[in-house]
């Protein structure tokens, strides 16, 4: 029988539908699927048939389960959406790339711009066109690249006299040296370790990050007073980018408290010639809440991100589609353009008269996969307001744990804080230790062993943390708590 593509769909759904609601497999299947794995480059090849055998059979049971199960919490990942799903698998279909606009070949530019604005819309962070920077990246690592790669370029170019001076043209040692610039510096709080990675790739060196808390007990809360004392070196030769964790990614929480904190940040980087990056990855989408009293704390709080200069946000986490997606939004193509651009390459240019800016010059990557065809999709199947439930009910679940968890008496909820305030401003991250130390020491081991859930183990104030992130569009609230708050007891019930 020959192979054939819609066959092989079918035997790949049947094994999805037939996959366990675990989230991760057993150790035996991981061993078993290891051992089929072929370590050398056969000599005639085994053929279509045995190989497509290969891969139903022997190498999905290795696989953990973020898209099959609802209690996948680790990490920040979200599941795929059916339609998603489908959306994928007309990209690979159709093998698109996006990389150059030519309308009159491709409308595949065109809907990766039509998606981009309705991001931009369910965000409510204005109109499409208030953002004429804007991309989708492999992720929130590679919109962070290019946020702090704009604020570089911004902050030296502000002191450059000369346009032909910019720093995408003459590089970043000559362009400091003109601008009498001694240091660039990143000011932050718990900075994502994707944001150190960022700086290091952007020449500015993973030391440029520093960190500017207000407290020791609220390390990621920023504080403002050092904030304007560091913007205050611009005098000296040095110039910053500022960048807002929105939230942070061990405890979900913000660098800052709402619109006003936001707000004099503005007032301070205008004022001192600084770049506002927001780094979002999850965080973003919590102005997509609805507008109701209970997340009237979550949506204050994510008031004023319109301010910023740059966002990063990620699609493969909350917004579920599959990895990898990520967007990036500032207010100007040009300065995109400006370092992202492919020179001397006639045939990669889509004409002066283009509408829509050919996105390999407005980001890392020219040859790219498709990646919007699904974030299209996801957005014209459930909209806003079909959007806001399923992130509502993300954070109801995740409100909910952190109600469990603060009343057992075998769990610590971490950071400490008034309870209401806490739970009021609870997203989608759930921090927590287990109060015995000889059974905090092997929590997270110990919950995952049970299959029944995932989660990740962090640090927090020096000690081992356990952090559970709800990000499926899975969710039921009931159910999940249920399985949360049994699989939780019967792992404090163990020895100490």
Same mark, same amino acid.
């Given at each position: +029988?020959?192979?054939?593509?819609?066959?092989?769909?079918?035997?790949?759904?049947?094994?999805?539908?037939?996959?366990?609601?675990?989230?991760?497999?057993?150790?035996?299947?991981?061993?078993?699927? @290891?051992?089929? *794995?072929?370590?050398?480059?056969?000599?005639?090849?085994?053929? $279509?048939?045995?190989?497509?055998?290969?891969?139903?059979?022997?190498?999905?049971?290795?696989?953990?389960?973020?898209? @099959?199960?609802?209690?996948?919490?680790?990490?920040?990942?979200?599941?795929?959406?059916?339609?998603? $799903?489908?959306?994928?698998?007309?990209?690979?279909?159709?093998?698109?790339?996006?990389?150059?606009?030519? &309308?009159?070949?491709?409308?595949?530019?065109?809907?990766?711009?039509?998606?981009?604005?309705?991001?931009?819309?369910?965000?409510?962070?204005?109109?499409?066109?208030?953002?004429?920077?804007?991309?989708?990246?492999?992720?929130?690592?590679?919109?962070?690249?290019?946020?702090?790669?704009?604020?570089?370029?911004?902050?030296?170019?502000?002191?450059? $006299?000369?346009?032909?001076?910019?720093?995408?043209?003459?590089?970043?040692?000559?362009?400091?040296?003109?601008?009498?610039?001694?240091?660039?510096?990143?000011?932050?709080? +718990?900075?994502?370790?994707?944001?150190?990675?960022?700086?290091?790739?952007?020449?500015?060196?993973?030391?440029?990050?520093?960190?500017? &808390?207000?407290?020791?007990?609220?390390?990621?809360? +920023?504080?403002?007073?050092?904030?304007?004392? $560091?913007?205050?070196?611009?005098?000296?030769?040095?110039?910053?980018?500022?960048?807002?964790?929105?939230?942070?990614?061990?405890?979900?929480?913000?660098?800052?408290?709402?619109?006003?904190?936001?707000?004099?940040?503005?007032?301070?980087?205008?004022?001192?010639?600084?770049?506002?990056?927001?780094?979002?990855?999850?965080?973003?989408?919590?102005?997509?809440?609805?507008? @109701?009293?209970?997340?009237?704390?979550?949506?204050?709080?994510?008031?004023?991100?319109?301010?910023?200069?740059?966002?990063?946000?990620?699609?493969?986490?909350?917004?579920?589609?599959?990895?990898?997606?990520?967007?990036?939004?500032?207010?100007?193509?040009?300065?995109?353009?400006?370092?992202?651009?492919?020179?001397?390459?006639?045939? !990669?240019?889509?004409?002066?008269?283009?509408?829509?800016?050919?996105?390999?010059? *407005?980001?890392?990557?020219?040859?790219?996969?498709?990646?919007?065809?699904?974030?299209?999709?996801?957005? !014209?199947?459930?909209?806003?307001?079909?959007?806001?439930?399923?992130?509502?009910?993300?954070?109801?679940?995740?409100?909910?744990?952190?109600?469990? *968890?603060?009343?057992?008496?075998?769990?610590?909820?971490?950071?400490?804080?008034?309870?209401?305030?806490?739970?009021? @401003?609870?997203?989608?991250?759930?921090?927590?230790?287990?109060?015995?130390?000889?059974?905090?020491?092997?929590?997270?081991?110990?919950?995952?062993?049970?299959?029944?859930?995932?989660?990740?183990?962090?640090?927090?104030?020096?000690?081992?943390?356990?952090?559970?992130?709800?990000?499926?569009?899975?969710?039921?609230?009931?159910?999940?708590?249920?399985?949360?708050?049994?699989?939780?007891?019967?792992?404090?019930?163990?020895?100490?």
């Amino acid at each position: +029988m020959a192979f054939s593509v819609s066959s092989s769909y079918t035997k790949l759904r049947s094994i999805l539908d037939a996959t366990p609601d675990a989230p991760l497999p057993s150790p035996a299947s991981i061993q078993e699927a @290891t051992k089929t *794995i072929v370590s050398s480059l056969p000599i005639h090849g085994l053929g $279509e048939e045995a190989t497509e055998a290969h891969l139903l059979r022997d190498l999905p049971r290795g696989f953990n389960g973020p898209k @099959t199960s609802s209690n996948y919490y680790g990490f920040v990942t979200g599941g795929v959406l059916p339609i998603a $799903e489908a959306a994928d698998n007309i990209v690979t279909a159709f093998d698109q790339s996006p990389m150059v606009h030519l &309308p009159d070949q491709s409308i595949s530019t065109i809907v990766e711009d039509r998606a981009l604005n309705m991001l931009v819309e369910l965000a409510r962070l204005g109109a499409g066109p208030d953002w004429g920077g804007k991309t989708f990246t492999t992720g929130a690592t590679g919109a962070n690249i290019l946020g702090l790669a704009c604020g570089r370029e911004a902050v030296l170019n502000s002191r450059l $006299e000369d346009a032909g001076s910019q720093v995408g043209a003459i590089g970043l040692l000559a362009a400091c040296q003109k601008a009498g610039v001694d240091e660039i510096q990143v000011l932050t709080t +718990m900075g994502h370790s994707s944001l150190y990675k960022a700086a290091s790739v952007a020449g500015l060196g993973r030391q440029s990050v520093k960190e500017i &808390p207000v407290s020791e007990s609220e390390p990621w809360k +920023m504080d403002l007073d050092v904030l304007e004392r $560091e913007l205050r070196r611009s005098s000296n030769g040095v110039v910053s980018i500022v960048v807002i964790s929105a939230g942070e990614v061990n405890s979900g929480k913000w660098a800052v408290s709402g619109p006003e904190e936001m707000e004099r940040i503005r007032f301070l980087c205008d004022e001192y010639a600084a770049w506002l990056h927001i780094d979002g990855a999850f965080g973003v989408f919590a102005r997509s809440l609805p507008k @109701t009293s209970e997340f009237a704390s979550l949506i204050n709080q994510a008031s004023g991100l319109e301010l910023a200069d740059s966002i990063t946000g990620d699609c493969h986490k909350l917004l579920n589609v599959p990895y990898d997606c990520g967007f990036f939004l500032t207010r100007s193509a040009q300065m995109l353009s400006a370092i992202f651009q492919n020179p001397n390459a006639a045939y !990669l240019s889509s004409g002066p008269d283009a509408s829509i800016p050919s996105p390999l010059n *407005i980001g890392l990557e020219n040859s790219r996969r498709f990646r919007a065809l699904p974030v299209y999709a996801v957005l !014209l199947t459930y909209g806003r307001e079909g959007l806001g439930e399923m992130f509502a009910r993300q954070v109801r679940l995740a409100r909910s744990i952190s109600r469990f *968890i603060e009343s057992s008496d075998d769990y610590e909820l971490l950071p400490s804080s008034s309870k209401e305030e806490y739970f009021e @401003t609870t997203h989608i991250v759930v921090l927590f230790r287990a109060r015995d130390e000889k059974k905090n020491a092997e929590l997270v081991k110990n919950i995952n062993a049970t299959r029944k859930m995932y989660v990740s183990g962090t640090k927090w104030e020096g000690k081992p943390a356990c952090r559970i992130a709800v990000s499926t569009w899975k969710v039921e609230v009931e159910r999940d708590l249920r399985l949360v708050m049994d699989v939780l007891r019967d792992v404090a019930g163990g020895p100490s």
